[in-house]
């Protein structure tokens, strides 16, 4: 019997977050090993016009609860969304349900936040600093909690090369920020944002680590750990291999080259790739609640969940892969072949960025123009360009981030939980995995339905003959214009014409001499 299956099972757990990308996983899998939990709450805001009922009715009929409802049939009353927002005091949770979190809740698993890169800080601190605060003070008066797991980023500390499994300090107290926050002006807080960050590359990384002093400073008496994953990708095994359902990380680029958008990108080659799937995340997170809960450490533990320590793998394996399965699983409709190269230089970037990206984007703009639609490549395309700038900062480094609480974790547990809650990435197939990865942005992000792969390689052969056609005009246009122009090209074009037809007229001679 798994240790830690059995551990969450009669276990009121709370997990913000529960509807975003490794919220849903980790759900998916608590229902799937400790069936017999008593319940999970989740603290959902009403979205997109959708109900909380909605939205939890839309997580449970998905693809990765396929086969839930079979292993747990209740599973419907097993979940109790809670109407939450973590932008308000409080949450705006109303009395009874809060009420019935505080004297029920076992385990909390926290990983609600803003991932965006580009977020004010004043939004980044409110969820990343403020709501973690508020959400340790309502567990302070949680009589029956058990352990609170905090889920940060493996970046939260991306200013320094070697990363230790500590919390570092920044160099302004987060209650001081928050405070701050209260009574500064937007234009004030822009202002002094790049000095408050300083060496970090973003709002989200700066507010990560914030955060994390947050739940050190805050968690008195309580049973903490804290989880930092690097890039998290699609899943590796469970439920199913390829699960992905955002654009994050690099997601978004495999889509954008593969529907050959994007033609280059500056990336270092040999820096590492530290992608973690969803579910070992998830793995780690279960196995480090019941450790807290049940080994209680003195102090918090920080696990990193990374991969590059123990199983590199870097970009230019990983981009050479992607692009060897887009051969074989080409995604449908698209812009041009996929076909992508690193930059490594701010010349060649800029230049591949005018020839690759801008000048097809308006060619192809002036076509929709003249057929009476709309243009708008142009447009995507510096939208899409000013994203990867915000990424190029994790493409061009390797950091070093110790493992020894993740190692640990792992020789502690069974035989079986190892196997049950699998974490070592040493195991994995690097090659297995991004494979598994393009199709699974293709199957559940693209929605695309592979049955359409061969007209999807007819649409690529169309848009090679297009291009060597393309490519054909444009030399005899450019050729037209030097030979009109300048003597020396006439020259040359002389010199080729003659030296054709001589090989032609010796060529036809000894043909003739044969017969
Ligand atoms: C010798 C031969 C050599 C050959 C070499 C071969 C090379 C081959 C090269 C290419 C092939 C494929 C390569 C694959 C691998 C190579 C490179 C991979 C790069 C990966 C980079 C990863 C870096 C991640 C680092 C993460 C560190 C921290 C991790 C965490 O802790 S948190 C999780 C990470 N968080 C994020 O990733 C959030 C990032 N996103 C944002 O901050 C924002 O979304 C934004 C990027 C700022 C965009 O904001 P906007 O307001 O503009 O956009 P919005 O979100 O509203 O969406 C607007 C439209 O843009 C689309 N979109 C959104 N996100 C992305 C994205 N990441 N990439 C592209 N497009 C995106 C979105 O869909 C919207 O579109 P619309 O709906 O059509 O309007
Ligand atoms: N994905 C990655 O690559 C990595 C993620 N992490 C960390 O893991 C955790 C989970 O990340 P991930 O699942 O990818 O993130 P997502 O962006 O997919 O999910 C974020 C979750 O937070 C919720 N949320 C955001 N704002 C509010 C709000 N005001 N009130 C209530 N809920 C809110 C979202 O709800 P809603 O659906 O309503 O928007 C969603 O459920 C985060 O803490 C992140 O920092 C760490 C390293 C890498």
New binding site residues.
């Given amino acids: 019997m798994s240790m830690i299956a059995a551990f969450y099972g009669g276990k009121s757990i709370l997990i913000t977050g529960a509807t975003g990308f490794l919220g849903k996983v980790l759900m998916e899998k608590l229902f799937r090993t400790s069936p017999d939990l008593k319940i999970i709450y989740i603290l959902v805001r009403s979205k997109a016009g959708q109900t909380l009922q909605q939205r939890v009715f839309q997580i449970l009929n998905s693809k990765l609860f396929e086969n839930i409802k079979e292993i747990c049939p209740n599973v419907h009353e097993k979940i109790r969304p809670i109407s939450a927002d973590l932008n308000q005091h409080d949450f705006g949770i109303s009395k009874e349900d809060m009420e019935e979190l505080l004297s029920s809740t076992n385990i909390i698993f926290h990983c609600a936040a803003t991932?965006?890169?580009?977020d004010p800080l004043r939004h980044a601190v409110q969820l990343n600093v403020t709501a973690t605060q508020q959400l340790l003070l309502m567990a302070s008066q949680m009589p029956k909690l058990e352990a609170f797991i905090h889920l940060s980023?493996a970046?939260s500390n991306c200013n320094l090369k070697h990363i230790d499994e500590v919390i570092y300090p920044c160099s302004v107290e987060p209650k001081k920020i928050i405070d701050s926050m209260e009574w500064l002006d937007d234009a004030i807080i822009d202002e002094i944002t790049p000095k408050l960050i300083g060496d970090r590359p973003n709002t989200?990384t700066y507010t990560?680590a914030l955060g994390e002093i947050v739940v050190q400073q805050e968690s008195e008496n309580m049973n903490v750990a804290i989880i930092r994953?690097?890039?998290?990708g699609p899943t590796w095994q469970e439920p199913f291999p390829g699960w992905v359902d955002n654009?994050?990380?690099?997601?978004?680029?495999?889509?954008?080259?593969g529907k050959g958008f994007?033609r280059s990108?500056r990336?270092t080659?040999t820096a590492v790739a530290d992608l973690i799937p969803a579910d070992t995340v998830v793995n780690l997170t279960l196995a480090a609640g019941w450790y807290t809960a049940v080994h209680r450490p003195k102090s918090t533990l920080i696990y990193h969940c990374t991969s590059g320590n123990l199983n590199p793998c870097n970009?230019?394996k990983?981009?050479?892969h992607?692009?060897a399965t887009f051969e074989k699983v080409p995604f449908e409709k698209a812009f041009r072949r996929p076909n992508?190269?690193?930059t490594t230089t701010n010349f060649t970037t800029h230049y591949w960025n005018a020839v690759s990206h801008r000048v097809p984007a308006i060619i192809y703009d002036c076509y929709l123009r003249l057929t009476g639609r709309k243009p708008r490549v142009l447009k995507l395309m510096n939208?899409?360009l000013?994203?990867?700038s915000?990424?190029e900062y994790?493409?061009n480094r390797s950091w070093e981030w110790s493992t020894h609480n993740t190692e640990m974790l792992m020789s502690v547990l069974s035989p079986e939980d190892q196997r049950i809650f699998n974490f070592d990435v040493r195991q994995l197939n690097w090659l297995e995995y991004i494979e598994n990865y393009v199709l699974g942005v293709k199957k559940y992000l693209l929605k695309e339905d592979m049955a359409g792969i061969p007209e999807a390689r007819q649409h690529l052969k169309r848009l090679r003959n297009i291009h060597y056609l393309f490519n054909i005009a444009l030399f005899f246009i450019i050729w037209r214009l030097l030979v009109a122009r300048w003597q020396m090209a006439r020259n040359v074009w002389f010199f080729i014409v003659s030296f054709c037809y001589k090989f032609l007229s010796y060529f036809r001679a000894s043909s003739t001499l044969k017969l």
Wanted: no cysteine; charged share 15%; hydrophobic share 60%.
């Fill in positions: 991932v965006r890169f580009d980023t970046f989200y990560k994953p690097s890039i998290v654009l994050n990380g690099p997601s978004g680029i495999i889509i954008a080259a994007l990108i990336a080659p970009w230019l990983m981009g050479l992607v692009l992508a190269d690193f939208r899409l000013r994203n990867i915000m990424l994790f493409i």
